[in-house]
Structures are given as structure tokens and as C-alpha cells.
Antibody
């Protein structure tokens, strides 16, 4: 079974740090781009960050650039998100997700998120 | 910054048909945006419904279908059931800037 399990969330004070983990199983983790998506309480999904299969390329949403760092350990089948300088507006459930590619046409391949982990809640509050 | 637009809320009668749309604040949605759709019930992780604009994910009932309608991506539910009452999100892949942008979601009520 393909599965993603996040951990590491919790309550942290503004300005604090946290490291989230996403343990992958049931697929060849090292072959896929991985992403983090977050959802503030009562709000919609927001893309946060992505990393390529070997960890050499990363991209961030403007709202977290310079504060969050995505990384991966392919030997441990684990994705990470280091959250620094946390703000109240970072309070959210953080989901990790794999991106699949297929249905290619002329060198352009469709991409979609699947599966998603169950999420881990980060609460930034004093 | 490009915004992905969705209806904030829609309602459908049991057995009825409803279409949710996913648009761009500037320009038209096409297959090059790799539109996909996700269903989320309260407290649960998103579930993949549709990808590549019109391909149903494994296990998704065939009452769910995806398409490009005019200048938007669309998710149609034909023969809605009570357990289709959920939040639905689309996401588009954009070249330049933020690569992935989710719509604000549509809260679907079945009544």
C-alpha cells in the first residue's frame, strides 16, 4: 500500500522552529518529486514547497521563502520540512504529497498529487 | 499573482447533476495546466478524484467526471449522493512564479 505519514507538528511560540517529517512506504520514494501543502483552520489548501527526486532542486511559496527548508533522505524514505521564524499565520495542517506524472503529449506530461498524508497540525501561538 | 477561481459554494439535490468550475484570474485553463480535482471531508486528508483534466483516480465512482468547458476546468457530478457533500479543490500548474496554485475550494451541499 502506498502511504505517507506525517509527524512532528505541535504547539510552538512565534519565532520558534519545528521540523516536520513525512515517512513514505509502498513505493520507490527516490523516484518522485515530493511536495508540502498546508491548510489553515477553516481555509483552503495552499501549496508550500516541492523537492525533486534527488533533492537537488527545491521551490517555495513566497510566503515561506527564506524561513522554511524542504529536504529529503532517500535512504530513509523520508521527506522533511524545517520551519523557522514561525508566525501565527503559519498555523495550519501540513500535508505531504507525492506528485505523479503521466499521459504525456509532445514531451509535456500531466502531473497530479497522489497520495496525500493524513497531515500534521502546527499551531503557532504564545 | 495569478488566482485560481472556484465557486465558494454550490448545492445539488440528491440524484441531481452539478458542475464545479476552476478558472484563472487571467487567461484560460487548458490541459497544459494539468488540472486535477480533490475531495476533502472535514478532518480528513484530500482524496484525488480527477487528474489530467478528465481521468478518474482509482476507485472513484463514474458519477464524477472532469472536462475542459470553455475557458475553465470542470468537475461534474451526475446523480449526486449524500456522501458527495464535501469540499472540492482544483489545482493548476503554472509556468513561472509559484508552480502550483490551488483554487479556494467549493463547498458542495447535497440537499
Amino acid at each position: 500500500e502506498v502511504k505517507l505519514v506525517e509527524s512532528g507538528g505541535g504547539l510552538v511560540q512565534p519565532g520558534g522552529s519545528l521540523r516536520l517529517s513525512c515517512a513514505a512506504s509502498g513505493f520507490t520514494f527516490s523516484s518522485y518529486w515530493m511536495h508540502w501543502v498546508r491548510q489553515a483552520p477553516g481555509k483552503g489548501l495552499v501549496w508550500v514547497s516541492r523537492i525533486n527526486s534527488d533533492g537537488t532542486t527545491t521551490t517555495y511559496a513566497d510566503s515561506v521563502k527564506g524561513r522554511f527548508t524542504i529536504s529529503r533522505d532517500n535512504a530513509k524514505n523520508t521527506l522533511y520540512l524545517q520551519l523557522n521564524s514561525l508566525r501565527a499565520e503559519d498555523t495550519a495542517v501540513y500535508y505531504c504529497a507525492r506528485v505523479l506524472m503521466g499521459f504525456c503529449n509532445g514531451g509535456s506530461c500531466h502531473r497530479w498529487f497522489d497520495p496525500w498524508g493524513q497531515g500534521t497540525l502546527v499551531t503557532v501561538s504564545s | 499573482q495569478t488566482v485560481v477561481t472556484q465557486e465558494p459554494s454550490l448545492s445539488v439535490s440528491p440524484g441531481g447533476t452539478v458542475t464545479l468550475t476552476c478558472g484563472l484570474s487571467s487567461g484560460s485553463v487548458s490541459t497544459t495546466h494539468y488540472p486535477s480535482w480533490y475531495q476533502q471531508t472535514p478532518g480528513q486528508a484530500p482524496r484525488t478524484l480527477i487528474y489530467a483534466a478528465n481521468i478518474r483516480s482509482s476507485g472513484v465512482p463514474d458519477r464524477f467526471s472532469g472536462s475542459i468547458l470553455g475557458n475553465k476546468a470542470a468537475l461534474t457530478i451526475t446523480g449526486a449522493q449524500a456522501d458527495d457533500e464535501s469540499d472540492y479543490y482544483c489545482v493548476l500548474y503554472l509556468v513561472g512564479g509559484i508552480p502550483w496554485v490551488f483554487g479556494g475550494g467549493t463547498k458542495l451541499t447535497v440537499l
